[in-house]
């Protein structure tokens, strides 16, 4: 995949980077000390570390805000300044350097995996079971999606794309808010695979819950939404006369719901792909539990990890650390096996 995005990106250079926007004001002194920091080549765990490598530097520009509006504004301009002025005008490794971890796709295994990714606000047991039975990707997340996750799920669709066709597949509450995070995900990936390998065809598909607002309202168990005017989100649909929702969590059948809906939207090869794996997938197991050599090679593990922990528990051991409460060696190191 990354030899694939490298020798697209050489040869179409000119055409894909795009050119920072001119900025002023604010946004533009904060990208400043974004920048600075960038330069150190410095790692971090999540980019709201990058705001406390830097909070102590960028104190003197906050006038206005309260501290939480200060402390959320400028984690919107790292993120947006990574997305924005670095991922998208051609810095594609810009996540990698920083080693960012990310909790979308995880553990994603590649091999016989098909090119699709299950979004859902919510973990639930069925969407679990559908991801494992579509051998595909998942990504759980509530609130906001962050830009590098999903230039992940654009990297995962255009390494698993079969026939360059990839499906993005959201599993939300039927509300305005699972509506726009989907919509904000999609978006971002649309952008992503566009500047990494843009020959991707990424379909979405929303599973739907019926046909129209009242079915829906009439089948399900529902709720009212928020006339809050500050929920500027739920506005759209009030205006429309859409004044409830319904939650993910009351639909029953979900896995099959899931599946059957994905099944019928998605190009016959990837299906086809699918049940090859599964296939494989069955076989290998079979073969697995027929097999003498291995069957007995996996009891002699076993009774060797037996045989083992129990050398281990028996053996002698001295706890020898002088506790301050302060100053300590790790905690691991304070018993120690007598010889």
Not at 132 to 151: D, H, M, R, W
Request: hydrophobic fraction near 35%; include cysteine.
């Amino acid at each position: 995949m990354i030899d694939k995005i490298y020798n697209y990106m050489v040869k179409n250079h000119n055409d894909l980077i795009r050119k920072p926007k001119t900025r002023r004001g604010l946004p533009k002194q904060l990208r400043v000390f974004i920048n600075e920091f960038l330069d150190t080549r410095e790692e971090v765990e999540n980019l709201r570390d990058i705001w406390y490598k830097i909070k102590h530097k960028i104190e003197h520009l906050n006038t206005t805000r309260s501290d939480d509006d200060w402390d959320t504004y400028v984690n919107e301009i790292i993120g947006e300044h990574l997305y924005r002025d670095k991922f998208l005008c051609g810095d594609i490794a810009i996540y990698e350097k920083l080693n960012v971890i990310t909790k979308a796709l995880e553990d994603p295994e590649k091999q016989n995996k098909t090119p699709i990714v299950l979004f859902s606000e919510k973990t639930t047991r069925a969407i679990d079971n559908a991801a494992t039975s579509l051998l595909c990707a998942k990504y759980n997340s509530t609130g906001q999606i962050p830009s590098f996750e999903a230039v992940k799920v654009a990297e995962y669709l255009i390494e698993t794309a079969i026939d360059n066709k990839a499906y993005i597949v959201g599993l939300t509450d039927y509300d305005p808010a699972g509506e726009s995070i989907f919509k904000s995900l999609v978006t971002k990936v649309k952008e992503s695979i566009a500047i990494l390998y843009p020959l991707i065809e990424l379909h979405q598909i929303s599973i739907k819950y019926g046909s129209d607002y009242k079915e829906i309202i009439d089948t399900y168990d529902s709720f009212t939404l928020s006339t809050n005017p500050k929920n500027k989100v739920n506005q759209v649909w009030i205006k429309d006369g859409r004044t409830k929702g319904v939650e993910l969590n009351v639909l029953p059948d979900k896995q099959k719901m899931f599946e059957d809906a994905i099944l019928k939207q998605i190009d016959p090869s990837v299906v086809e792909q699918l049940s090859k794996a599964r296939a494989i997938n069955r076989y290998y197991h079979e073969l697995l539990s027929k097999d003498e050599e291995y069957l007995k090679l996996m009891k002699l593990v076993k009774d060797k990890e037996v045989e083992l922990s129990k050398v281990a528990n028996d053996a002698e051991y001295e706890f020898k650390a002088e506790w301050n409460g302060i100053d300590f060696i790790n905690v691991r190191d304070m018993t120690q096996r007598v010889s």
